[in-house]
């Protein structure tokens, strides 16, 4: 009986180099290459102002990478010129992976994503963490102002095309799956920790989801 190929193995089947990358894509088409943008232009505002939700990409010091969601009501996320972006933190469970990550590496991306709008949008750029109570403030949310923000340097702005959105048909009604079909964070915790019982782990995390979203 052969053995499957060791793929992990097998150099003629990767890209090392810029070049080589470039010649198995092919052109960046015209479009494309001229898209980007280095400020926030009323179209990224508004989307930005609309947007509840995006994914916050970051690095640490030695290149392990993270990708975090962050969220709250359509235009949380405050625009505070043409290239400045303040992001609040909202309370979560005080893992901190990007907040630490920024402290060693300031480089991060940002998506931002619209229900109902297949086109994203993507920021690129450098973050500090801030605490100042006049920066902070206008972000209050149900009352609670949060204690810490990100305050992002834009490098990079563009949109990005619909095809993943199309393919994957987010937003489709039909594609929403039924919550029946897999676990509660709750019993995956208890399981994959073993220190707790499922029905304390789902008790804990309705509590937290009930009371501490802010």
């Given at each position: 009986?052969?053995?499957a190929?060791?793929?992990d193995?097998?150099a003629?089947?990767?890209?090392?180099?810029?070049?080589?990358?470039r010649?198995?894509?092919?052109?960046?088409?015209?479009?494309a290459?001229?898209?980007v943008?280095?400020?926030?232009?009323?179209?990224?505002?508004?989307?930005?102002?609309?947007?509840?939700?995006?994914?916050?990409?970051?690095?640490?010091?030695?290149?392990?990478?993270?990708?975090?969601?962050?969220?709250?009501?359509?235009?949380?996320?405050?625009?505070?010129?043409?290239?400045?972006?303040?992001?609040?933190?909202?309370?979560?469970?005080?893992?901190?992976?990007?907040?630490?990550?920024?402290?060693?590496?300031?480089?991060?991306?940002?998506?931002?994503?619209?229900?109902?709008?297949?086109?994203?949008?993507?920021?690129?750029?450098?973050?500090?963490?801030?605490?100042?109570?006049?920066?902070?403030?206008?972000?209050?949310?149900?009352?609670?102002?949060?204690?810490?923000?990100l305050?992002?340097?834009?490098?990079?702005?563009?949109?990005?095309?619909?095809?993943?959105?199309?393919?994957s048909?987010?937003?489709?009604?039909?594609?929403?799956?039924?919550r029946?079909?897999?676990?509660?964070?709750?019993?995956?915790l208890?399981?994959?920790?073993?220190?707790?019982?499922?029905?304390?782990?789902?008790?804990?995390?309705?509590?937290?989801?009930?009371?501490?979203?802010?």
């Amino acid at each position: 009986m052969s053995e499957a190929p060791d793929h992990d193995a097998d150099a003629a089947g990767t890209i090392d180099a810029p070049e080589a990358l470039r010649v198995h894509v092919g052109p960046v088409l015209p479009l494309a290459e001229r898209k980007v943008m280095r400020r926030l232009d009323r179209f990224a505002r508004d989307f930005i102002a609309l947007s509840p939700f995006l994914v916050l990409a970051s690095m640490d010091g030695e290149g392990r990478a993270d990708a975090s969601p962050r969220g709250d009501a359509p235009g949380f996320v405050r625009v505070l010129d043409a290239a400045t972006l303040l992001i609040p933190d909202r309370r979560g469970n005080n893992r901190v992976d990007s907040f630490g990550n920024v402290l060693a590496n300031p480089g991060i991306g940002l998506i931002f994503l619209v229900p109902g709008i297949d086109e994203t949008l993507r920021v690129n750029g450098r973050a500090r963490l801030v605490t100042g109570a006049d920066l902070l403030e206008p972000l209050a949310a149900q009352g609670k102002v949060p204690t810490t923000g990100l305050r992002v340097s834009v490098d990079e702005v563009f949109f990005h095309c619909a095809k993943a959105l199309i393919r994957s048909r987010l937003w489709a009604p039909e594609s929403r799956v039924e919550r029946a079909r897999f676990p509660s964070l709750g019993r995956i915790l208890a399981e994959q920790s073993g220190t707790v019982s499922v029905a304390d782990a789902e008790r804990a995390m309705e509590e937290g989801y009930r009371t501490r979203l802010y």
